[in-house]
């Protein structure tokens, strides 16, 4: 058996020319001029898919954009990973900003640069070698399903309904996908966290009509002074958030847990600089990385109302406006957190006003115990590849078809990222390292072994 270094050296060429024969479809998904360039790229997918052995690969329609599904199956008996990724790319524009162009890939400095080189297509093609080799080499110890969607880039819209319907076929012990970044080169890391979302409109309302802050100043309430004190009064000095209830559900992290999130480097004074801050602020007793990772928010995203033009207008308004967002952590239910936050909001309006509250938008948070066999093996993998043992990341931001994976199907994922800060996604001059494409592609083939040893 030839080992999995020699193969990637062997087949380097290949492996590039294939990966920009997807590149080089621009599958755009937010725009409806690119409609046919999705399905162009489906059909690639699939083309690749069975180059690299699967017993069959199909495309299925959703209400969007189509979904590339794949399986090999080779013993009922032993588990079964299931592989996410996606064929849609975020909007060049603007093209100027651009060194080459972004759907014709070029390597400079060992770097694969087009849009889509890291963010998805170079990071999920990496399972697809792996995959080729452990087939070709008669090593693969587990069932593999592929399943590639066409609308990561705008939220997923139909991927959920879709995983509903198909419940059944996408049965897994594990998710994996490479959709994510490491910490720098030599630092791999596992995200194993992701934060979940309540986010709501508020209207703060007084009189029937704008006044005249002479005439009625100092006799009706000014709906821009109050909505200011409600909101004020929803934290405290600290940063904690004064609504009952609202850390009820909150999971404490063990001491051990907290210790290897800390690992992670980073440097406090790097960051005060970089945003050009005297100092920090977050809730007493935790760091940085914590106050991202593991703790919840509120914060005020919009406010507005009143005279907002050039020059003086002596107006009382009627009306003030406010957007809050609250980041949740994993166990928070969103749905528990926008309702808890309506009857505060409305139980702490004075009389003198009337309040409206509106749900906007909501997506729970996820995680991976770090502790399980799908975690522990893409550790040992990475481990023996980087010779690091990776650090579990808690992102601050939140990815919704992870959640959506946890609550449809039951199957927690692992977030192996190989991409670096540095790739620009979604940016100009979107970028890959070939190393790391070649690192994952071996760090993947080991997940295998390990997921399956671990699974016995
Ligand atoms: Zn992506």
Same mark, same amino acid.
């Given at each position: 058996m030839s080992d999995i270094k020699t193969y990637i050296k062997e087949n380097e060429e290949r492996f590039l020319n294939e990966l920009f024969e997807l590149i080089? *479809? &621009? /599958? *755009? @998904? @937010? @725009? #409806?001029?690119?409609k046919e360039d999705m399905l162009k790229c489906a059909k690639c997918w699939q083309k690749h898919l069975l180059a690299a052995g699967v017993d069959k690969a199909e495309i299925m329609p959703t209400d969007g954009n189509p979904v590339v599904y794949g399986e090999k199956i080779i013993d009922e008996n032993l588990p079964v990973v299931l592989v996410y990724g996606h064929y849609d790319v975020m909007p060049v524009d &603007? #093209?100027?900003?651009?060194? @080459?162009?972004? +759907?014709e890939p070029e390597v400079r400095d060992g770097k694969i640069y087009a849009r889509g080189a890291d963010d998805d297509k170079g990071q999920s093609f990496i399972h697809a070698k792996a995959f080729e080799f452990l087939v070709k080499t008669n090593s693969l110890p587990c069932n593999v399903k592929f399943l590639l969607e066409g609308e990561e880039e705008i939220s997923s819209p139909s991927l959920p309904e879709w995983c509903k319907k198909n419940k059944k076929m996408l049965q897994s012990d594990i998710i994996i996908l490479s959709d994510t970044s490491m910490i720098n080169q030599d630092t791999p890391s596992i995200t194993c966290g992701l934060r979940g979302l309540a986010y709501l409109e508020v209207e703060v309302k007084s009189a029937n009509r704008d006044l005249h802050s002479g005439l009625y100043g100092g006799a009706v309430a000014n709906p821009i002074n109050v909505l200011a004190k409600m909101i004020a009064s929803l934290t405290d000095p600290q940063g904690c958030i004064k609504i009952k209830d609202f850390y009820k559900d909150v999971i404490k992290l063990n001491e051990r847990e907290r210790k290897d999130l800390n690992k992670?480097? +980073?440097n406090l004074t790097e960051y005060k600089k970089d945003l050009n801050i005297e100092d920090v602020f977050g809730e007493?007793?935790?760091?940085t990385i914590e106050r991202t990772g593991i703790r919840p928010t509120l914060d005020v995203c919009g406010i507005w109302g009143g005279y907002t033009g050039e020059g003086a207008k002596t107006v009382i308004p009627s009306t003030a406006y406010a957007k809050i967002s609250m980041r949740l952590v994993p166990n928070q239910n969103h749905k528990t957190i926008a309702q808890l936050f309506q009857d505060h909001f409305k139980s702490i309006a004075p009389k003198y006003v009337k309040v409206k509250v509106k749900n906007l938008h909501g997506g729970q948070g996820y995680v991976t115990p770090i502790h399980s066999s799908g975690y522990r093996a893409a550790s040992k993998a990475l481990r023996d590849v980087y010779g690091k043992t990776p650090i579990p990341v808690r992102s601050g931001? /939140? *990815?919704s078809i992870i959640s959506a994976f946890d609550e449809i199907l039951g199957i927690k994922s692992i977030m192996m990222g190989f991409g670096l800060?540095?790739?620009a996604i979604h940016s100009a001059n979107e970028n890959f390292p070939v190393y790391n494409f070649h690192k994952g592609i071996e760090a993947v083939t080991l997940f295998y072994k390990y997921f399956a040893e671990l699974m016995k």
């Open positions: 080089r *479809i &621009p /599958s *755009i @998904s @937010s @725009s #409806v001029e690119h &603007p #093209v100027s900003e651009w060194q @080459s162009q972004p +759907f992670a480097p +980073f007493e007793g935790y760091t931001g /939140s *990815i800060p540095s790739d």
